[in-house]
């Protein structure tokens, strides 16, 4: 097969690269999307406070708060990665028959 | 007080219901009812490997220490699960595609099937991992200390080190007997170990439910409830803890990267993973799990600061808390919880570092001793198994030899995070494998050595203990720049977080730059595009080529290490793929392909590899190899495209043809009907001439009768004639063998002729409209022949136009070298179906009330026009039947004066030739 061929050229050569998308795939790309997103976001919450306690040395946060303020978010990411997680099976579920050939969650931004 | 007997023999019936429980789930998984040994639940209780007792204890005593910096070992990873799409996702496909066994066997694989690559990466982990089993042998030894010292009724009943130790070695031969027992049933290190998931799940149970139980009495028992504890927090030295940003940001990088590469966790995310979706549910339950096991972290270590007597140890408080308020059952529990948490830890990552060790340096070691290689007589496996156990015994003998160097001393406490750094040095050439196409053997290779270098240099060494202070304080030689602590003169950093920098950035800079330099082989390239593309694979590329292999052969060595019942299935399945009988399939490249994927499920890609290269006469693919099916396909591509254009052609070709039949079939249908036409016309004037001719042959009538049948008789045979002159007048222009009477003339005198000649003058309802100006045109043509088609084409419109007042438009303009006459009349005209017929000879529209002529007409006319060396056409869309002529512009004595006209003239022989 093609030992150095960008894998690109297959796509296209599926056709299954469409610009426009059943809405059932398109919503799934988005949830992709934002699967992909969450950890940025959980590593944001995560580092900041730290970041910020580091630059103001006196008179942060007391730890207590900070302690609360960690598994507050930290329950909150799971929760959501929960619902995503769950919503990314039911879809691919529901669209295995769809999207056979080539991964469709590739196409996206990955 | 707990009596120490009774906790031992707690903790032996406690290995024991383990063993019973392992015991019990092989069964049950190799009856097949293993339906809830699958579950996502087991799965991602068996991740919780991760947690260990450093975790277990050594996390309160960190937060007692630093405050909230234990939580970035339980963010790392949290965040790199809540990222599985990212990477895990993928490595666990990888993980399954490839028949992974291990994260040396991972990156050897993607590397080329490198056995150097591998063993370099099994030295890294037994040498990061060791000091974490002496860790793990350490904590359950202290915690056994622990009840064994409050249950001591005097001083010299205490533990002394040689208790300590002998504890150290029966926990170290209890877990290699476990180890042994349930980690090397089978020999597909690629199988799931059922037993050992199985009792590991049931341990992260324990554990978790011996750290709440702690922890919800510490809150509610001690404390006197959530409010009060927080007030606690705010009160105790913990809270005087701020965080650093740069211990913060690293410790949590390193932990989340020491979740992927830590071959215990290897093990069971990738190697023991059933099937994908369990990720996806791992992916925040197990960031759940670990919420709930740093949850209680802070109020145990803040009570038991406060609790406990100055200098107790707060890696212990777990134990010690329950233990100073007689809570007896809540103490067992948290050993239980403590011993968990080291067994499990121990067990996996001995099954882990025992294949490593055993298929990447055991194994080739031992196949290289031999002469005859792969091809060795007797059962392999059984040589497998025991290297493997070998392993595992010289693992945690390993393991407690390190703890008894290193004497139990505190530097083992900071041994943790050491361990995740050494280990996180083949992070850079994972990521490589996983996403990087371009990431090269050598450049992996020399990343990993860097690495290793540094983190050996700057971290393990110090850590441990073994560089001189002078080395540590003045650098080697007294080199300020190279001091372990200070690389390259940059002082103030946290050691930690200093080593990580400088080890995972030369790493990770080494890798990159030598990969962009180097050039990778062609299995590399093959493997690295497969790795790379892994959710885009259609047919993985086979990495044999031709090749000389004997099925025979293969089986031989397939039985060895598969052992003989499931080679021979594997062979026959391929056998009936192929469509043969009988256990031989043809050895093709991808069967040869999948006996060593399978093998490699066995003893790892790269030993696999070499021993099938054996037999296969070393006909692994080369760089020619690769070029020659890259041009391969690329003359596929080529072929397909002139197939493409080909078909093109021919669906012209038949679009042609169709439309041609579709003509032929009309004219025929037409010529039938001619031909009664004809003979319908023939017959009407041949039946009134005879009956008039009988008239006449009976006389006896008036003279004035028979001058009218006389009359009547010649003009029925002047049309007979007429007709008769026609069809002679077509055939001669059809010859060919018409002589042009060419002379000059002016169009408009033509057309009058024309119009007169038509009976225009008799009253005729036509009325003919003509623009005199634009036909002031000279011609030099033959007239009569002109004057004959005008004749036609007027006379068609007195026939066929059906309007109320039938006019008929005659437009005449001169447009180059050619003249345009376009005569329109206002009738319905002719239906599209019938346009393409009606200058074909017998034409005749069927519908048409006066049938005057026989349909010969426009026949004719196009003869005579194309003699004239112009064009005949109808033309649609006018509103009414239409017709163009185009006619040579040539004047008199002209004709051949410029090259225009010479083409001109050359065309009219080419059409006169043609027709």
Redesign the interface.
Known sequence: MRPDAEPRTTKRATGQDGVFLERRIYRRRRLIDGAKLLPLLAALMFLLPALIAGAQSEGGASTAMRLVYFFFVWFAMIMVAATVARSLDQSGRASTDAETATDPDENGSG | MVAFNILVFVAIGYVVLLFGIAAFADQRARRGASKWLRSPLTYTLSLSVYCTAWTFYGAVGNAARS??EY?TIY?GP?????????ILRKLVRIGRAERITSIADLISSRYGKSTSLAALVTVLAVTGTTPYIALQLQSVTLSFAVFANASAETAAAQWQASDLNSTALYVAAGLAVFTILFGTRNLDANERHHGVVTAIAIEAVVKLVALIAVGLFVIWGVSGGLSDT??M??ASP??N??????R??GL?FLSATAVICLPRMFQVLVVENADE?HL??A???F??YL?AMS?FV?PIAVVGIALMPDGSNPDLFVLTIPLALDQEGLAVLAFLGGFSSATSMVIVASIALSTMVSNHIVIPLWLSMRSSGATVSGDVRSVVIMSRRVSIVAILGLGYLYYRVTGGSAALSSIGLVSFAGVAQVFPALMGALFWRGASRSGAMAGVVTGFVIWGYTLFIPAIGLLPVSVVEFGPFGLGFLRPQALFGITGMDPLVHSIFWSMMLNAGVFVLVSLLSFPG?LE??QG?SFA?V??R??G?SGWSGGQAESEDLLVMAQRLLGARDAQELFQTAAQLQGKAGYLPDPTPEFVDTVERKLAGSVGAATAHAMVSQINGQAAITVQD?LA??DE?AQMLEYSSALEAKSTELEQTARQLRYANEKLTEISVQKDAFLSQVSHELRTPMTSIRSFSEFLMEGGMSGEDRTRYSRIIHDESVRLTRLLDDLLDLSVLESGQVVLNEQAGMLHDLLDQAEASAGMRDGSPLKILRTRSSEELPVFTDTDRLTQVFINLISNAQKYCDADQPQLHIKTRQRDQRIELDFIDNGTGIPTRQQSVIFEKFSRLTNTAAAGSAGLGLAISREIIQRLGGSISYLPGQGGAAFRIELPARVENAEFASDGQDALADQITAKSASA
């Open positions: 405050g909230l939580l963010l949290t965040l790199v699960f809540l990222g599985w799409w990212w927080l007030q927090i705010e913990v809270a803890w701020s965080p650093d940003a740069g913060w940001v949590t979706r996806a549910i992916s925040w339950a960031p759940l919420l949850l802070v062609p390239r093959l595009a593309n959710f885009e259609s047919s590329a690769l099916v890259a396909s």
